[in-house]
């Protein structure tokens, strides 16, 4: 019964939740003065020339992490995205602080055998998701207190063994390797808590927890990429890249100068077991670093290193090294919600059997209604990843993949927005694997995506 009536409460919450923003933003509208109307609008430019920060944190637009950032810096856990990243949320300002509601659900067909069925192959009809919600509120003059959790309604509406999507690899199920499958993400997949305190305009320094959080790796994860925002499935690389972005125990200390960002976090090596309701132990037995400089508005780039002990279920014995690397640009949103955005993104796992390397460039044009957007993806898959190390021993497999896709807002009731797409993608691989996947296996969706719309001040 369960399984019937969750994705209806999902879906509702998307249609209560525009008369809650849209009454929120008629209060503003008429308790909004000249100059904090001003300062929003050119946040969402990018134009921070000239203003105060004090201007900022009194409107409530700044960081989650800064007094002294704009809003549109904010990534996932506590990494950063370039100022002109565009913002799809709802907001309601308190006399005190400030509540940000994000979210996203694809309601899709999902085909991965569109050139015919392989013993690799599957479809499904099923619905991505998650939700977001997010509290600020300023502490004396120059600390700054942040909650945040995020849900996804995954493991009901993709089902406990996750969506089908050809060479992905990466945790469990009843005991055996998802492979071709992309899991689920836990029900409670982030309940976080952080304090900043200003120091200077230029210097920041903040404390993390989460359980689950993030810790200070690699770029910002795959969902809260606005680059990647029309795009229903997971990259290929997610565990190179950002698989750690759902960490039962992560404590994290960082300090900000001017334009860089140094952190470092301790964290639980082990991915969320199978059980998608539960909150797995907390062990504190990885560690990380991450570096971060936005040189201006348009760019964020970000370096990383990390030691996680024991992440698969499966193989207990077998640690990792990860080193990511990323550059995430975006232009100004333009007055009738244009803009460009993409990213380069590098993430390398080192273990006793080597090294493992993933690449993805990706990119989104979005017009007024329209978005066109794509993806290319390298990622070096070992046979024990694609569970084929019985017939394959220890091969590493070079994947290629390259995804086109396209949509249209079709509507809006109040903020939230429903658009239309299509995308489809082609895989190629080895020819030792071909008797598996066929020459060039291709996929292929069409979705209805409900999500908050694009602020515009």
């Given at each position: 019964m369960m399984n019937k009536l969750f994705p209806i409460l999902t879906i509702s919450l998307f249609i209560v939740l525009p008369a809650f923003a849209q009454h929120d933003h008629h209060i503003q509208k008429d308790a909004a003065k000249p100059d904090t109307t001003k300062h929003q609008h050119n946040m969402q430019m990018g134009d921070m020339g000239g203003m105060k920060h004090d201007t900022m944190a009194m409107s409530g637009?700044?960081?989650?992490?800064?007094?002294?950032?704009?809003?549109?810096?904010?990534?996932?856990?506590?990494?950063?995205?370039?100022?002109n990243t565009p913002m799809y949320m709802l907001m309601k300002h308190t006399k005190k602080g400030m509540f940000m509601f994000h979210g996203s659900m694809f309601l899709r067909y999902n085909n991965q055998?569109?050139?015919?069925k392989t013993q690799r192959s599957d479809t499904q009809f099923d619905a991505p998701n998650w939700f977001m919600a997010m509290y600020n509120r300023r502490v004396g003059k120059n600390g700054l207190f942040n909650v945040s959790a995020m849900l996804s309604a995954d493991p009901w509406t993709v089902t406990e063994r996750g969506y089908p999507l050809l060479f992905q690899s990466g945790e469990s199920y009843k005991g055996q390797t998802l492979v071709d499958r992309q899991h689920p993400h836990d029900l409670f997949s982030g309940l976080t808590i952080g304090y900043t305190q200003r120091l200077s305009k230029?210097?920041?320094?903040?404390?993390?927890?989460?359980?689950?959080?993030?810790?200070?790796?690699?770029?910002p994860a795959f969902m809260h990429r606005i680059v990647a925002l029309n795009d229903p499935d997971a990259p290929l690389g997610h565990h190179w890249q950002d698989a750690t972005h759902i960490t039962y125990g992560v404590a994290t200390l960082g300090v900000r100068i001017d334009k860089y960002k140094l952190e470092g976090s301790i964290f639980t090596g082990r991915e969320p077991d199978e059980n998608r309701y539960d909150f797995d132990k907390m062990r504190f037995d990885s560690y990380s670093w991450r570096a971060s400089f936005n040189p201006n508005k348009a760019w964020a780039f970000q370096?990383?290193?990390?030691?996680?002990?024991?992440?698969?279920l499966l193989h207990p014995d077998e640690n990792i090294w990860r080193y990511s690397a990323s550059a995430l640009y975006a232009?100004?949103?333009?007055?009738?919600?244009?803009?460009?955005?993409?990213?380069?993104?590098w993430g390398m796992n080192h273990s006793d059997h080597g090294d493992e390397h993933s690449f993805l460039a990706e990119g989104t044009r979005q017009l007024n209604k329209q978005a066109i957007y794509g993806r290319y993806e390298f990622v070096q898959k070992s046979a024990e990843e694609l569970a084929l190390e019985e017939q394959f021993g220890e091969a590493v497999f070079n994947v290629h993949k390259l995804t086109l896709g396209t949509n249209r807002r079709l509507f809006k009731t109040g903020p939230i927005e429903y658009i239309g797409g299509i995308q489809a993608s082609i895989n190629f691989a080895p020819e030792r694997l071909h008797p598996l996947y066929g020459n060039t296996p291709m996929s292929g969706q069409v979705y209805l995506q409900i999500r908050p719309g694009l602020m515009k001040h």
């Open positions: 637009m700044n960081h989650s992490y800064s007094l002294s950032l704009p809003m549109n810096r904010n990534g996932s856990g506590t990494s950063w995205m370039p100022d055998q569109l050139n015919g230029k210097v920041d320094v903040f404390g993390y927890f989460g359980y689950p959080g993030e810790p200070a790796l690699g770029a370096v990383s290193q990390a030691y996680i002990n024991s992440p698969e232009s100004p949103v333009s007055n009738d919600g244009k803009y460009f955005t993409g990213a380069l993104v």
